[in-house]
């Protein structure tokens, strides 16, 4: 009887802390938001996520989502990602940033797609990040 009162404490102990670390890795690291086909027509339509509210949502998250799994952009140019995706909402020296709308931290934290380049020329990667501000 003591050893499956343990057991069962045990159990218990360890699902608590699987879920608090999972719930700490969904608010720093997760996206909320399923992933739907891109479209290059509908990302640029929803250019200026902030533009009718500072609380929009995930407006581009599931395309985002979709452009990383896929590696859509792989070894493209960046004449060629600004021709698929519009012009960025952010640039420094070897990368580009586009605004995803309100997809981390359960969907209260502004997200963005990074694209980097080797050299200012081919897309090495893509991913989603949160925007730090």
């Known amino acids: 009887m003591v050893k499956a009162l343990r057991f069962a404490l045990a159990?218990?102990?360890?699902?608590?802390?699987?879920?608090?670390?999972?719930?700490?890795?969904?608010?720093?690291?997760?996206?909320?938001?399923?992933?739907?086909?891109?479209?290059?027509?509908?990302?640029?339509?929803?250019?200026?996520?902030?533009?009718?509210?500072?609380?929009?949502?995930?407006?581009r998250g599931g395309m985002a989502i979709d452009i990383v799994s896929t590696k859509l952009l792989q070894e493209k140019s960046i004449a060629e990602v600004k021709s698929l995706l519009g012009e960025p909402d952010k640039e420094k020296q070897e990368q580009v940033y586009y605004d995803l709308g309100q997809c981390s931290g359960f969907g209260w934290e502004n997200s963005i797609l990074q694209v980097s380049f080797s050299n200012g020329q081919r897309v090495t990667n893509a991913v989603i990040l949160r925007d730090q501000p």
């Open 11 to 59: 159990f218990c102990g360890a699902s608590i802390i699987a879920f608090t670390g999972y719930l700490g890795w969904s608010f720093h690291y997760g996206v909320e938001a399923e992933r739907s086909p891109f479209s290059a027509a509908a990302w640029k339509q929803k250019e200026n996520v902030y533009a009718h509210s500072n609380d929009p949502g995930c407006v």
